[in-house]
């Protein structure tokens, strides 16, 4: 397997290797991710407005996809108001992710349908060295590599065959799992989470009211709205314990 923040193969007899454990992440408050859950009974709160969406990317380009995506700087994203962040502290030793994640959200919306959104990045310290590959305009200092992401549409949250609208403002749990990952955030960097509700043109439009078909919805159906994440939510990671 290759590690893809140390950028060395690994070899094990087993996946997930052998000796992993199930660590849980917090989304706390003030733009924290806990490694214990407070009891505040808070939320963050966001306006997703499907007329002014996240891009996927910052570049503006008309090659969809570009090879870069999966690892593009997330910075752009971060800035945005309908795009809440968490990160740990720096680290003060290697965490090795190894294996599957789980996003567990608690969430409201003031509408009936709503994307949700998790990214999984890697910061770096501001000091970073830049790599050989890294384009002109960038610098690796305080760069936010996506390392994972997913998106569930909210309407599927519970049966893929069955969509259901969101009842507005009411408590609900969505689930995303992620992708397996082999990844390792170094000693001095951190640990961020990015959750959002738009993704365009990367995923289609949601028009966060409830309608049959979304293909056959109409300009009028689609609104902005109010998100809420709350403070219980969580994402659980697989940590290699022993990385050697």
């Known amino acids: 397997m290759y590690d893809t923040g140390l950028r060395k193969w690994k070899s094990y007899s087993e ?4 000796n992993t454990v199930k660590k849980t992440y917090w989304l706390q408050n003030n733009q924290r991710l806990n490694e214990r859950g407070e009891k505040s009974f808070t ?3 966001f306006i997703s407005d499907p007329k002014k969406p996240v891009p996927y990317s910052e570049d503006i380009k008309l090659v969809f996809t570009p090879r870069k995506f999966m690892t593009d700087d997330q910075r752009f994203a971060a ?3 309908d795009v809440l962040v968490f990160e740990t502290p720096v680290l003060v030793e290697d965490l090795t992710l190894a294996g599957d994640i789980l996003a567990s959200l608690k969430v409201a919306t003031t509408g009936t349908d709503a994307d949700w959104i998790v990214k999984i990045i890697d910061v770096y ?6 790599y050989k590959e890294t384009q002109a305009y960038l610098k690796m200092g305080n760069y936010h590599m996506m390392v ?3 998106v569930i549409r909210g309407r599927y949250r519970n049966d893929f065959a069955k969509p259901e609208p969101f009842i507005e403002n009411q408590k609900t749990t969505v689930n995303i799992k992620l992708q397996d990952i082999h990844h390792t955030i170094k000693k001095g960097h ?3 989470i990015q959750v959002q509700s738009t993704w ?3 995923i289609d439009l949601n028009p966060q009211t409830f309608v049959p078909n979304i293909f056959e ?3 009028t159906d689609f609104k902005k709205q109010s998100h809420k994440v709350y403070n219980d939510s969580n994402i659980e990671v697989t940590i290699l314990k022993n990385y050697f």
């Open 148 to 150: 994972r992401s997913e």
């Open 190 to 192: 951190k640990l961020q």
């Open 15 to 18: 996946w997930p290797p052998e």
């Open 79 to 81: 800035r945005r108001p």
């Open 200 to 202: 365009f043109p990367y």
């Open 125 to 130: 310290p501001l000091d970073a060295a830049d």
């Open 217 to 219: 919805a109409k300009e």
């Open 43 to 45: 939320f963050e709160e």
